[in-house]
């Protein structure tokens, strides 16, 4: 179940967010209580919440200080509550991270809705952080993390000199029959030597390689997915999202969009 902690200052309001939700049909409990934003940051600390619902004007310590102050470091996320006068006070919130803001008197059912778009965008980041562990994992098969070349070599020299190859120049149109010219040896040749030393053929390496750097960029959030593609040798677009799919598991789009909220991965 999903962690709920409440700060409001006004008793009657406090109260009546603790006891008249359905908070079961949402999949959450409420584990602690806080009439003040310092009292808030202490029960943060204590009870480590998933979701925080909190007032804006409060004495001590008003709600968007106590967010300022604890939503980064305890990765909670958090629900304003404000009064018309307030609404655009509130909207600073949005620079702070959080998902929502809500109207006093409260709408359970807005409630209800902004606590189901907590959970689908947690749950979201739950899935792609499972796909980047799992691509750190493919990574490391391939030895595609921090590699060095002087010191990380097959002891082979033309798969050493493939490897290279595909480090420096997997973002242009490159092909087996290239290094085989440059190499003065057969495509059979090479790709049998390349398969026995790491486990692929020359072909699956390099997109599993142009893939890895399509993750990279797209984690970034800088570029269209069109250029992107480009950027690591996909100069068919239709063939990278087909080829992306395959691989990842889901669109370059929707990994963008179900990735948006995490900060730093891998």
Request: glycine share 6%.
């Given at each position: 179940?999903?962690?709920?902690?409440?700060?409001?200052?006004?008793?009657?309001?406090?109260?009546?967010?603790?006891?008249?939700?359905?908070?079961?049909?949402?999949?959450?409990?409420?584990?602690g209580e806080a009439a003040n934003g310092q009292d808030g940051l202490e029960k943060i600390k204590k009870h480590k919440p998933d979701i925080v619902i909190a007032d804006i004007n409060m004495p001590i310590m008003d709600g968007l200080e106590m967010l300022d102050k604890s939503i980064r470091e305890y990765g909670y996320d958090a629900i304003i509550v404000s009064s018309y006068e307030e609404f655009e006070y509130a909207r600073r919130g949005i620079s702070l991270g959080v998902t929502e803001y809500l109207?006093?008197?409260?709408?359970?059912?807005?409630?209800?809705?902004?606590?189901?778009?907590?959970?689908?965008?947690?749950?979201?980041?739950?899935?792609?952080?499972?796909?980047?562990?799992?691509?750190?994992?493919?990574?490391?098969?391939?030895?595609?993390?921090?590699?060095?070349?002087?010191?990380?070599?097959?002891?082979?020299?033309?798969?050493?000199?493939?490897?290279?190859?595909?480090?420096?120049?997997?973002?242009?149109?490159?092909?087996?029959?290239?290094?085989?010219?440059?190499?003065?040896?057969?495509?059979?040749?090479?790709?049998?030597?390349?398969?026995?030393?790491?486990?692929?053929?020359?072909?699956?390496?390099?997109?599993?390689?142009?893939?890895?750097?399509?993750?990279?960029?797209?984690?970034?959030?800088?570029?269209?997915?069109?250029?992107?593609?480009?950027?690591?040798?996909?100069?068919?677009?239709?063939?990278?999202?087909?080829?992306?799919?395959?691989?990842?598991?889901?669109?370059?789009?929707?990994?963008?969009?179900?990735?948006?909220?995490?900060?730093?991965?891998?």
């Amino acid at each position: 179940m999903y962690k709920v902690l409440i700060v409001e200052d006004e008793d009657i309001m406090r109260k009546g967010l603790m006891f008249m939700p359905h908070w079961q049909e949402v999949d959450c409990i409420v584990v602690g209580e806080a009439a003040n934003g310092q009292d808030g940051l202490e029960k943060i600390k204590k009870h480590k919440p998933d979701i925080v619902i909190a007032d804006i004007n409060m004495p001590i310590m008003d709600g968007l200080e106590m967010l300022d102050k604890s939503i980064r470091e305890y990765g909670y996320d958090a629900i304003i509550v404000s009064s018309y006068e307030e609404f655009e006070y509130a909207r600073r919130g949005i620079s702070l991270g959080v998902t929502e803001y809500l109207l006093k008197p409260i709408d359970y059912n807005k409630l209800y809705e902004a606590i189901r778009k907590i959970q689908a965008k947690r749950n979201a980041d739950t899935t792609i952080r499972q796909v980047i562990r799992q691509l750190d994992v493919e990574k490391k098969k391939l030895g595609l993390l921090n590699y060095n070349y002087e010191k990380q070599t097959t002891g082979n020299r033309y798969v050493d000199f493939m490897l290279k190859t595909i480090h420096e120049r997997y973002a242009e149109r490159l092909t087996l029959a290239d290094i085989s010219e440059q190499c003065k040896m057969s495509c059979t040749y090479l790709n049998v030597k390349f398969k026995n030393e790491t486990g692929y053929t020359f072909n699956d390496y390099l997109i599993r390689y142009r893939i890895q750097k399509a993750v990279d960029l797209l984690r970034e959030n800088r570029y269209k997915v069109y250029e992107i593609a480009e950027m690591v040798g996909f100069y068919d677009y239709k063939y990278f999202i087909k080829v992306f799919k395959k691989y990842i598991g889901c669109s370059p789009a929707r990994f963008i969009n179900e990735g948006k909220s995490l900060t730093d991965l891998v």
